[in-house]
Nanobody
Framework: QVQLVESGGGLVQAGGSLELSCAAS????????VGWFRQTPGKDREFVAG????????RYADSVKGRFTVSRNNAENTVSLRTNSLKPEDTAVYLC??????????????????????????WGQGTQVTVSS
């Protein structure tokens, strides 16, 4: 079971950018789907972006599509989330999560599963992103 650590959060003005990183240790990251979620006090955890094992399939929440980009480097056991054109409503704790699905899962099914919180079994502690107006 891998362990996950997020970094890269901070305080930024509206319109700014941050690059969040999720580093895995304790095993190879390449066998896992990786998702980014965010949480604010009093609200349910929200899916932000997800990426397949090889990085060929990505999925984004409508609220971040066109502004955020998820990528991965399996050789370095990292997944990144580039966040551009940040808005105050993007303020949250951002968490990365890893999960496994059967190796023979097709592309459409993989795409569907990327946004499902139930797929992810390992979670990091999160990194705070605060966007000021």
């Amino acid at each position: 079971q891998v362990q996950l650590v997020e970094s890269g959060g901070g305080l930024v003005q509206a319109g700014g950018s941050l690059e969040l990183s999720c580093a895995a240790s304790g095993g190879s990251f390449s066998g896992y789907l990786v998702g980014w979620f965010r949480q604010t006090p009093g609200k349910d955890r929200e899916f932000v972006a997800g990426i397949s094992r090889t990085g060929t399939i990505t999925r984004y929440a409508d609220s971040v599509k066109g502004r955020f980009t998820v990528s991965r480097n399996n050789a370095e056991n990292t997944v990144s989330l580039r966040t551009n054109s940040l808005k105050p409503e993007d303020t949250a704790v951002y968490l990365c999560a890893a999960g496994r699905i059967p190796l023979l899962t097709g592309s459409s099914a993989t795409y569907s599963k990327l946004s499902l919180e139930s797929v992810y079994t390992t979670w990091g502690q999160g990194t705070q992103v605060t966007v000021s107006s």
